[in-house]
């Protein structure tokens, strides 16, 4: 997700770490993951020149972001333009489409990609991209946390009665499961770029509190400021056979759905499928505690073409 603006606490994200390897392959191509506050940073060339530091974001509906300064600095050709909006609904803006000619990844080459220019605000320092979800259709991605790795591979996952691996859609190109909150059955995107885990108001108003909501963070979309909540739930969230023990979430009056953003991530090596769209959650134990996120959640851009639209393109 990309930040807009923020006012935050000090806090911590406590969790249990493990990993699970992808099945055999015919070629797993592997990168170094450098994890700051919960995120996914690697490290990309562009058109042979580079590398540059690239955050990946499974809650951005796009192949890719680059900066002004990078797209200015390759001379990137303009291909198209996009409009972004926000959760809510309301103003816009309009965006270059830019041509990279080449991306490489963990000895990966993408062709051809499209990319938002787009200021891209990393909590770690400089982040000069964004990967999206859809950049890696073609491939099973693994953002291993505990091993701090990233892995491309051929193949496919194979269910398993949702212990582990879950069914998925993705609208707008963000992959959303369903996850029980209080054992009610609830819609949640998966979002490597986001900061916690992130409850909509209206859920939120049903549920009881071990620690009643307070305001712990402002933030703003591209039209609005809002105050972002944290509390501790009185019952438990439950992911396939994982389950997190009266997590301390945030509410967040943008999202319309829940957030499972980077730091419950962080519990596990997460491989997507989405040719087969299921995804595959591994850890070494299955109960977790989750207490107060780094930074409060992020906004998703989610363009829906690359062409020219004539609505505007919500995010997530």
Same mark, same amino acid.
């Given at each position: 997700m990309l930040l807009f603006s923020r006012s935050i606490q000090a806090a911590s994200v406590l969790l249990g770490c493990a990993a699970l390897s992808l099945p055999a392959q015919n070629a797993v191509h592997s990168a170094p993951m450098i994890e700051?506050?919960?995120?996914?940073?690697? @490290?990309?060339?562009?058109?042979?020149?580079? %590398?540059?530091?690239?955050?990946?974001? =499974?809650?951005?509906?796009?192949?890719?972001?680059?900066?002004?300064?990078?797209?200015?600095? #390759?001379? #990137?050709?303009?291909?198209?333009?996009?409009?972004?909006?926000d959760p809510s609904g309301q103003g816009g803006?309009? =965006?270059?489409?830019?041509?990279?000619?080449?991306?490489?990844?963990? $000895?990966?080459?993408?062709?051809?990609?499209?990319?938002?220019?787009?200021?891209?605000?990393?909590?770690?320092?400089?982040?000069? $991209?964004? !990967?999206?979800?859809?950049?890696?259709?073609?491939? *099973?991605?693994?953002?291993?946390?505990?091993?701090?790795?990233? *892995?491309?591979?051929? $193949?496919? !996952?194979?269910?398993?009665?949702?212990?582990?691996?879950?069914?998925?859609? @993705?609208?707008? $190109?963000? %992959?959303?499961?369903?996850?029980r909150v209080n054992r009610q059955s609830v819609e949640a995107q998966l979002d490597s770029g986001g900061g916690g885990l992130t409850l909509p108001e209206k859920l939120a108003a049903h549920q009881k509190w071990e620690v009643a909501p307070v305001v712990f963070a402002t933030g703003r979309t591209l039209t609005t400021v809002f105050a972002i909540k944290a509390a501790k739930l009185a019952a438990d969230v439950k992911v396939g056979m994982y389950t997190f023990t009266h997590p301390v979430v945030e509410i967040h009056p943008a999202f319309p759905l829940v957030n499972f953003g980077s730091p419950p991530m962080q519990s596990f090596a997460?491989?997507?499928?989405?040719?087969?769209?299921?995804?595959?959650?591994?850890?070494?134990?299955?109960?977790?505690?989750?207490?107060?996120?780094?930074?409060? =959640?992020?906004?998703?851009?989610?363009?829906?073409?690359?062409?020219?639209? =004539?609505?505007?393109?919500?995010?997530?």
């Open positions: 700051r506050y919960g995120k996914p940073y690697v @490290m990309v060339t562009i058109n042979g020149k580079g %590398p540059y530091r690239f955050v990946i974001d =499974t809650g951005t509906g796009a192949d890719a972001f680059v900066s002004p300064e990078l797209a200015d600095e #390759l001379h #990137l050709p303009t291909a198209a333009e996009a409009v972004l909006s803006q309009r =965006t270059p489409i830019v041509l990279l000619t080449s991306l490489e990844l963990a $000895g990966v080459e993408f062709n051809g990609v499209k990319a938002i220019r787009h200021t891209v605000t990393g909590e770690a320092g400089s982040c000069q $991209g964004l !990967l999206g979800f859809t950049l890696f259709r073609d491939y *099973l991605l693994t953002l291993d946390f505990p091993n701090r790795q990233v *892995l491309l591979a051929k $193949g496919a !996952l194979t269910p398993d009665g949702e212990k582990t691996v879950l069914p998925f859609r @993705m609208p707008e $190109g963000v %992959p959303i499961i369903s996850l997460i491989t997507f499928d989405q040719k087969s769209l299921l995804v595959r959650l591994g850890a070494d134990h299955d109960h977790f505690t989750l207490t107060a996120p780094p930074s409060p =959640t992020r906004l998703t851009n989610q363009p829906k073409a690359v062409t020219a639209p =004539t609505d505007l393109v919500p995010l997530g």
